[in-house]
T-cell receptor, first 115, second 113 residues
Framework: AQTVTQSQPEMSVQEAETVTLSCTYD???????LFWYKQPPSRQMILVIRQEAYKQQNATENRFSVNFQKAAKSFSLKISDSQLGDAAMYFC????????????FGAGTILRVKS | DAMVIQNPRYQVTQFGKPVTLSCSQT?????MYWYQQKSSQAPKLLFHYYDKDFNNEADTPDNFQSRRPNTSFCFLDIRSPGLGDAAMYLCATGTGTGLYEQFFGPGTRLTVL
């Protein structure tokens, strides 16, 4: 069964600093999609960044970037120049191509941003 | 703006009293999902519709049912809510193809008294 592991239940970062959230996953597939979702307190879950497994280049969206290591099945999220608005629960998620309609979520990492 | 809308945002019901949560979308997506999310946990998929095809998760209790009368609307029915059903219920949509991204609504917070 596919699983997603986020080993950091909580992380803290100082405003303007950089933080990396880790995620590993287990799959036997060669083609799949990976996502990071952000869920602020009492607010809507939104997509932060996505990565197609067949792409070697790491995805980047403004201050958010990923380090995708396919062989190691690792998909970490780097947040640069952290802002107070980045405080949220972050979920790593995987979409197996076999069941392309379902997201497999990690347990989540709570990110706190200190001013 | 295209979006996923959930009503009501907050719902209070009594133990055993049936309740219906609604979700609508303007994205014209084929797939609609219902998730249950308890505090500080990942969302748990209950079921999803691909067009009119209903797909139930194996561990979803029979107490939870769903209806999708048309592309835009999907309902979650809880026939006899128990205290353990108090949670945030998230609706999401997706195209079912391509990038497989899901778009989430704001959720309905269900309280069971």
């Amino acid at each position: 069964a596919q699983t997603v592991t986020q080993s950091q239940p909580e992380m803290s970062v100082q405003e303007a600093e950089t933080v990396t959230l880790s995620c590993t996953y287990d799959t036997s597939e060669s083609d799949y999609y990976l996502f990071w979702y952000k869920q602020p307190p009492s607010r809507q879950m939104i997509l932060v960044i996505r990565q197609e497994a067949y792409k070697q280049q790491n995805a980047t969206e403004n201050r958010f970037s990923v380090n995708f290591q396919k062989a190691a099945k690792s998909f970490s999220l780097k947040i640069s120049d952290s802002q107070l608005g980045d405080a949220a629960m972050y979920f790593c998620a995987y979409v197996p191509m076999e069941y392309g309609n379902k997201l497999v979520f990690g347990a989540g990492t709570i990110l706190r941003v200190k001013s | 703006d295209a979006m996923v809308i959930q009503n009501p945002r907050y719902q209070v019901t009594q133990f055993g009293k049936p309740v219906t949560l609604s979700c609508s979308q303007t994205l014209n997506h084929n797939v609609m999902y219902w998730y249950q999310q308890k505090s500080s946990q990942a969302p748990k998929l209950l079921f999803h519709y691909y067009d009119k095809d209903f797909n139930n998760e194996a561990d979803t209790p029979d107490n939870f049912q769903s209806r999708r009368p048309n592309t835009s609307f999907c309902f979650l029915d809880i026939r006899s809510p128990g205290l353990g059903d108090a949670a945030m219920y998230l609706c999401a949509t997706g195209t079912g193809t391509g990038l497989y991204e899901q778009f989430f609504g704001p959720g309905t917070r269900l309280t069971v008294l």
